[in-house]
């Protein structure tokens, strides 16, 4: 992935439309296949569950039951590490602290949650996902780097209500490639818990898949929002947002947003 992924002319683009998708299949001859599969899955899969995560989940047990790696969106074990490498080092950068108590909104396979677990104090960090295929993957992961001893919490989940979780308890939630899958229901409902569960002091940050121009999705599996969008409904809960500048810089296709109970200090008075 290179900057090209922000350039303007990106960003612009609506992937929903049927002059997209021509052209898009004249200049990449060899994905038109993939694709197809991935729209018949898609049909069987909205009539086997009307509901979003239920589609979402069995999407995930098929692209799980490929490659786990891929399933998160890594094509090669280099890339696994280095998105995680990635995720990792922007929050330390950003203000994570060993001590910090993390909630990992669709942690996946851990592909930044076993940096995160290595990093934080034992018992600090907290996985949830909506996929028990991935979750399985997630505990391989934690066995192949040896963490068992730091005791992580990876717990199922069926909605982002986060009812079965602590008030007043994260000082860092994060959700990374997550919203990109989500459609805005998924995202209000997260966005309206979220406040519960953060200290005062926390925040919240998430990656989105942005346009700047007609929000769209592709399939009902990537879903591309207007950073205003994001925002205002961060509003409407009351939360304070800050589109992650910096973010924009790094050799990822995605934006970051984040939010928080109190207004943030400014991005440079985070130490590190
Ligand atoms: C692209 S993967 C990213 C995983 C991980 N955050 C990472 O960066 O490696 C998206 C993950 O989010 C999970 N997911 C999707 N929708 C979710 C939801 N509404 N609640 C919790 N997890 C969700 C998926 O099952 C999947 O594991």
Known sequence: MTQ???????????RSTLTHKVGYALTHPGRVAPYLRRASRDTWLRLKHPDHVGYYRAVMASDTRRNPEAAVGSQTHERWLALGQMQFDYLVEHGLRPEHRMLDIGCGNLRGGWRFIDYLDTGNYYGIDISPDILIAA??????????DKLPHLTITGD????????????????HSVFSHSPPTVIAQCLAHVSRVLTDKGFFDFTFDRTEGTEHQ???????YRTETLLAMARKYG???????????RPHGQSKIRVSRAPLPALDQYDG
């Open 139 to 148: 505990k391989k992961t934690l066995v192949e780097r040896g963490l068992q």
């Open 239 to 249: 939360l304070h947002g800050s589109f992650m500048d910096d973010w924009e810089k």
């Open 160 to 175: 982002l209500t986060l009812d079965f979780l602590p008030g007043d308890h994260f000082d860092v939630v994060h959700a």
């Open 218 to 224: 592709v399939l009902r599996e990537d879903f591309y």
């Open 4 to 14: 090209d992924t922000k350039s303007p002319k990106r960003l612009q683009r609506d």
